[in-house]
């Protein structure tokens, strides 16, 4: 059985910073390409980071701020966001990627509050 597992979120000022975690069970990690979700009600869930075995990529409105990355040793997909705004609060989804067969896992979201 596959699990993806957030923590991390909570309420931060703007300016802040916070790290999100997704612990992954049931796949081959190392195998998946993973990635950083987020969406806000009413909006549609939009795309944060991915990182691949060599390459990461990241939303324009989150480059420079947020930094996405993997231990694959540990099973565990990370999100450094720093320089928060009001504008990231938003629950954040993990995401993992099979490529080869198009297989898709989400976890099911940590929250991300950014106020004064």
């Known amino acids: 059985q596959v699990q993806l597992v957030e923590s991390g979120g909570g309420l931060v000022q703007p300016g802040g910073s916070l790290t999100l975690s997704c612990a992954a069970s049931?796949?081959?990690?190392?195998?998946?390409?993973m990635g950083w979700y987020r969406q806000t009600s009413g909006k549609e869930r939009e795309l944060v980071a991915t990182i691949t075995s060599g390459r990461t990529t990241y939303a324009l409105s989150v480059k420079d701020r947020f930094t996405v990355s993997r231990d694959n040793a540990k099973n565990t997909l990370f999100l450094q966001m720093n320089s928060l705004k009001p504008e990231d609060t938003a629950v954040y989804f993990c995401?993992?990627?099979?490529?080869?067969?198009?297989?898709?896992?989400w976890g099911e979201g940590t929250l991300v509050t950014v106020s004064s």
């Open positions: 995401n993992a990627k099979f490529r080869p067969s198009g297989m898709n896992y």
């Open positions: 049931g796949i081959i990690f190392s195998f998946y390409d």
